[in-house]
C-alpha cells in the first residue's frame, strides 16, 4: 500500500475534499455547513499544483450536486474521492459549471435578487481567476461573493 | 427576422444585425406609419416614475393605433402593499399584450421577463440598462449621418455613472466607429467597457480635455455631471465648469456634426447652441417615438 493511500484510507465511509486552495480550507466547512460531522482537516499540505493546499475528510457523507457546485466555487481545483469500507470507490475532478444557481449572493445590493424573492444566477465568465455575471443585475465578480 | 414574443431587456441581447433590423424598421415607422397596432394593449407599469421615457412609450403605442394602461407612479402600486414584483407582472400579464416596465432595482426587467407571457420591454432597471435609450441614441446617429462606419463618435461628462454611454459604446462597437471619452480623472469609462472596447479592436482615445476632440467629432454625445457623484466638493468645484458644451466652442467642428444628449440637460450645453445647426438633442428625443414603434410593431408580431 502506498503511502497516499494509506492516508486516504483512514476513513472508513464518506468524502476527501482535496486540492482546496490553502487559504480557502476552512471557507468550505463554513459552506457545507459541517459541525457536527466527524472531520479530518488538513491544511498547509504541500501541492504541485496549488503550492499549499487544504484537504478535508468527512466521514459518512455525500456531497450532493448542489454542494458540489458550492465547493467549486470556492475551491475549483479540488478533487473529490468517495471512500466505501477504506477503498477509493469514486475521485473525480468538480465539473466547475457554467452556471451557478442560488449559491452565492451577488454583491450589488441594488440588485433585484437582493430586494425581491429571486434566486441568485451567475454565468461563468471564467474559471480561473473565478469571474462571474450576474444574470440579473449584469454586475461581473471575481470569487469574493458571499455564498448562501 | 422573427422578433415575435421576444422580450427587450439588454442591448446585449441583440446581435448586430438584429439592431440594424430593428433601425430599419425604425426608418419605416417614420417615413410610412400606418395602424399596425389596432387592438392591441400596453401596460406601463413605472415603479419608478419617469414622466419622458414613459410619454414617448405611450405615443408610440398610440399613434400606431394601440391602447395603453398602467401606472406612472410608485405610490399607487401594489409594492407599496408589499406584492412582490413577480405576482404584479402574473397579473398585470393576463390583461395586456405587452408590459413597458421601469424599477428601480438592478436587473429587474430580468426577473419580471422570467415570469411573463407577454414580451416584457426595459424602460431602465436600477443603474443597469435602458436599451430602448441605446437603440434611440443608435437610430439619430444613423439618420443624421446616414452611416456609422468610419464616424467620430465623442463621448463627454460622466462617464463613469451614465449607463447610456456604456450601453452605447458597447452597442457601438459593432461597427467601425472610433470612440472619444473625454471625463475627468473620477468619471472615466469604466473597465468592463473598455475591456469590451479592446476585444473587439475598437479604436477609442480616453482624455480629460476638451478642446482638442472637439473638431474631430462627428457625434458629440454629451451627459450631466451630477455632484453627488464625487467623494468630496472640491473635485466637483473643479471640473463643473470644464464640460459645459457652449455656442464659441463649436468654431471649428465638421459642418455635419450633431450634438446629442439623453435629456434632461442642466447646463451642461448652453441655450445659445440650440439655434445652431449642431443642435440635434431635442430631435432625438423625438426619435424614440419611430424607435419604439419598431420594437411595439416587431415583438408584437405587427412587422417582421
Ligand atoms: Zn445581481
Known sequence: MSEKKRSISALKNGTVIDHIKNENTFKILQILNLKDEHLMIGTNLKSKKLGKKGIIKVADKELSKEELNKVSFVAPKATIALIKDYDVKKKFEIDFPKEFVGVAKCGNYNCITNNEPVETHFFTLSQDPIIVKCKYCEKVFSNELEII | ?304
Request: include cysteine; aromatic fraction near 8%; charge should be positive.
Open chain 2, 1 to 304: 427576422m422573427n422578433f415575435k414574443g421576444r422580450d427587450v431587456i439588454s442591448i446585449g441581447d441583440f446581435s448586430k444585425d438584429e439592431i440594424i433590423h430593428i433601425l430599419k424598421t425604425a426608418k419605416e415607422m417614420e417615413s410610412n406609419p400606418k395602424l399596425f397596432l389596432v387592438g392591441k394593449l400596453m401596460g406601463t407599469l413605472f415603479f419608478e416614475p419617469s414622466t419622458r421615457t414613459r410619454l414617448s412609450h405611450e405615443a408610440a403605442m398610440e399613434k400606431l393605433g394601440g391602447a395603453v394602461i398602467g401606472f406612472a407612479d410608485p405610490a399607487v402600486t401594489s409594492k407599496k402593499k408589499g406584492e412582490t414584483l413577480q405576482d404584479t407582472i402574473k397579473m398585470v400579464d393576463q390583461y395586456v399584450d405587452v408590459i413597458v416596465m421601469r424599477h428601480n432595482h438592478d436587473g429587474a426587467a430580468r426577473a419580471a421577463a422570467e415570469v411573463s407571457k407577454v414580451p416584457i420591454i426595459n424602460a431602465g432597471d436600477g443603474a443597469n440598462q435602458h436599451p430602448t435609450q441605446t437603440l434611440l441614441d443608435l437610430y439619430t446617429i444613423q439618420k443624421s449621418q446616414g452611416k456609422f462606419d468610419g464616424l467620430k463618435i465623442v463621448m463627454i461628462g460622466d462617464l463613469k455613472y451614465g449607463r447610456t454611454v456604456h450601453s452605447l459604446a458597447v452597442a457601438l462597437s459593432h461597427f467601425k466607429c472610433e470612440q472619444y471619452f473625454v471625463a475627468p480623472k473620477s468619471l472615466k469609462m469604466p473597465k468592463y467597457v473598455i475591456t469590451h472596447l479592446k476585444d473587439k479592436n475598437i479604436k477609442f482615445y480616453e482624455t480629460e480635455k476638451m478642446g482638442g476632440v472637439l473638431s474631430k467629432a462627428d457625434i458629440i454625445y454629451m451627459t450631466r455631471i451630477q455632484e453627488e457623484r464625487f467623494p468630496d466638493r472640491a473635485e466637483y468645484e473643479k471640473v463643473k465648469g470644464v464640460y459645459i458644451l457652449s455656442k464659441s466652442k463649436l468654431k471649428n467642428v465638421k459642418k455635419n456634426m450633431k450634438i446629442l444628449h439623453p435629456l434632461p440637460r442642466v447646463n451642461e450645453i448652453t441655450q445659445d447652441v440650440d439655434n445652431t445647426p449642431y443642435a440635434y438633442y431635442f430631435e432625438q428625443a423625438g426619435n424614440g417615438i419611430p424607435t419604439r414603434q419598431a420594437i411595439l410593431a416587431l415583438i408584437l408580431g405587427a412587422k417582421k
